[in-house]
């Protein structure tokens, strides 16, 4: 209720001060795009016969019902069918994939797998009018000022001509082949054949170059990999495991750790990070710098190791060594009765909203740790049947 009334107080500064219908909003909303630059002409254009369009409220307030796992995340988006795909697209643009990574930096098949993952390669860049989409986002009161910048940045690109007003994306206003937000393409797009547009959708050239772009921003190291498939020691101590803790590889060889193969680690300084996305039963992933980058652009570790392990895949690598799991997904009510149950027992497992964060993997690894489990902080089946 409190958090409520901040957020509305915050709220009567913004445009839906005093708009209760769409209308007023949109009056609202055309002076302050206006006072930000963008002109009159265009703004009326955006707005004519405008509606809200409900079902995307809909869809923003539905969530998954399951929780994903990383075999189940995995197997979903790196398919036969999307590997297939992503070998024509590699094949297709090899001499402006080429031309990129010399500018840039980012390597043909990490490009393409980003591209991939957020659209199929381009051919589901998504339906929605992006003026319609964040028009009514920003009307919903919970996100609004996030979005009203973004339906403004929109506006900008539109007044510019680097976007048609006619545009389509994502329920939630992403846009094109790299699924960028308005805000992004003003940050980040690039117009890499000099025709005036920022075309995300059609033109090879400026996605490439708009997608590179951001990774380069976001910290890509030209010629590293982002990361790689190892097995962990049976007598390996878990404190050790996830992105706050950075050690050099030489380190980590000495405490155990081996390439998928078994093999040694490269002799190297390079610093890296251990994760196990389903604990101690693997898969387990040394990750460097240029994972962290891919963070930079969707903050999910799954959606990172998707890219990182599709790349790999396009590049000529093969599946991963670890054996899948097959393991009960989670419901998000069964990882919030985990997150209350931790609570209860007086581990702090921070607001139970069925998403495990890292406030309730430290929680669980604590449990784990006081009843003689693996401390692997891993919130799955197993600590979910323990807990009941
Ligand atoms: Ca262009």
Same mark, same amino acid.
């Given at each position: 209720?409190?958090?409520? $009334?901040?957020?509305?107080?915050? +709220?009567?500064?913004?445009?839906?001060?005093?708009?209760?219908? $769409?209308?007023?909003?949109?009056?609202? #909303?055309?002076?302050?795009?206006?006072?930000?630059?963008?002109?009159?002409?265009?703004?009326?254009?955006?707005?004519?016969? +405008?509606?809200?369009?409900?079902?995307? +409220?809909?869809?923003?307030?539905?969530?998954?019902?399951?929780?994903?796992?990383?075999?189940?995340?995995?197997?979903?988006?790196?398919?036969?069918?999307?590997?297939?795909?992503?070998?024509?697209? +590699?094949?297709?643009?090899?001499?402006?994939?080429?031309?990129?990574? &010399?500018?840039?930096?980012?390597?043909?098949?990490?490009?393409?797998?980003?591209?991939?993952?957020?659209?199929?390669?381009?051919?589901?860049?998504?339906?929605?009018?992006?003026?319609?989409?964040?028009?009514?986002?920003?009307?919903?009161?919970?996100?609004?000022?996030? $979005?009203?910048?973004?339906?403004?940045?929109?506006?900008?690109?539109?007044?510019?001509?680097?976007?048609?007003?006619?545009?389509?994306?994502?329920?939630?206003?992403?846009?094109?082949?790299?699924?960028?937000?308005?805000?992004?393409?003003?940050?980040?797009?690039?117009?890499?054949?000099?025709?005036?547009?920022?075309?995300?959708?059609?033109?090879?050239?400026?996605?490439?170059?708009?997608?590179?772009?951001?990774?380069?921003?976001?910290?890509?190291?030209?010629?590293?990999?982002?990361?790689?498939?190892?097995?962990?020691?049976?007598?390996?101590?878990?404190?050790?495991?996830?992105?706050?803790?950075?050690?050099?590889?030489?380190?980590?060889?000495? #405490?155990?750790?081996?390439?998928?193969?078994?093999?040694?680690?490269?002799?190297?300084?390079?610093?890296?990070?251990?994760?196990?996305?389903?604990?101690?039963?693997?898969?387990?992933?040394?990750?460097?710098?240029?994972?962290?980058?891919?963070?930079?652009?969707?903050?999910?570790?799954?959606?990172?190791?998707?890219?990182?392990?599709?790349?790999?895949?396009?590049?000529?690598?093969?599946?991963?060594?670890?054996?899948?799991?097959?393991?009960? #997904?989670?419901?998000?009510?069964?990882?919030?009765?985990?997150?209350?149950?931790?609570?209860?027992?007086?581990?702090?497992?921070?607001?139970?909203?069925?998403?495990?964060?890292?406030?309730?993997?430290?929680?669980?690894?604590?449990? &784990?740790?006081?009843?003689?489990?693996?401390?692997?902080?891993?919130?799955?089946?197993?600590?979910?049947?323990?807990?009941?």
């Amino acid at each position: 209720m409190f958090l409520r $009334f901040i957020f509305l107080v915050l +709220l009567s500064s913004s445009v839906l001060a005093s708009s209760h219908s $769409f209308e007023d909003f949109l009056n609202n #909303l055309h002076q302050l795009a206006t006072e930000q630059g963008v002109s009159k002409a265009t703004v009326d254009r955006a707005f004519y016969q +405008l509606t809200p369009n409900l079902d995307i +409220l809909e869809s923003d307030r539905s969530q998954a019902e399951f929780s994903q796992n990383f075999w189940n995340y995995l197997g979903k988006r790196v398919s036969q069918y999307r590997l297939d795909n992503g070998y024509d697209t +590699l094949k297709q643009n090899r001499s402006l994939l080429n031309k990129t990574y &010399q500018q840039y930096g980012v390597p043909a098949h990490v490009l393409v797998s980003f591209l991939g993952l957020e659209s199929n390669y381009g051919n589901n860049t998504g339906s929605y009018s992006l003026v319609r989409s964040l028009a009514t986002l920003a009307y919903d009161p919970r996100r609004s000022v996030f $979005f009203t910048s973004e339906l403004i940045a929109l506006l900008k690109l539109i007044d510019d001509g680097k976007v048609p007003l006619e545009a389509t994306g994502s329920w939630a206003g992403a846009m094109g082949a790299v699924q960028f937000m308005p805000s992004n393409v003003i940050a980040y797009g690039v117009d890499a054949d000099n025709d005036g547009k920022i075309d995300l959708w059609n033109n090879q050239a400026d996605i490439l170059a708009s997608a590179a772009n951001f990774l380069e921003h976001l910290g890509w190291n030209r010629g590293e990999k982002w990361g790689r498939e190892v097995t962990i020691s049976e007598d390996f101590n878990y404190e050790f495991v996830g992105l706050k803790t950075k050690k050099q590889l030489d380190e980590w060889q000495t #405490l155990g750790i081996r390439s998928a193969n078994r093999s040694n680690l490269p002799e190297s300084s390079m610093a890296a990070s251990l994760i196990l996305p389903m604990g101690y039963k693997g898969p387990a992933f040394l990750v460097y710098q240029n994972f962290r980058s891919i963070l930079g652009w969707n903050h999910s570790t799954l959606y990172a190791l998707a890219v990182g392990h599709l790349a790999d895949r396009l590049s000529g690598g093969g599946s991963l060594l670890a054996t899948p799991i097959d393991e009960p #997904l989670l419901k998000r009510d069964d990882v919030m009765a985990i997150q209350q149950t931790l609570s209860l027992l007086g581990y702090d497992a921070g607001e139970a909203d069925g998403i495990a964060g890292p406030k309730t993997r430290a929680a669980a690894k604590d449990f &784990q740790k006081d009843i003689g489990m693996v401390a692997d902080g891993y919130v799955g089946y197993e600590l979910f049947q323990r807990l009941q």
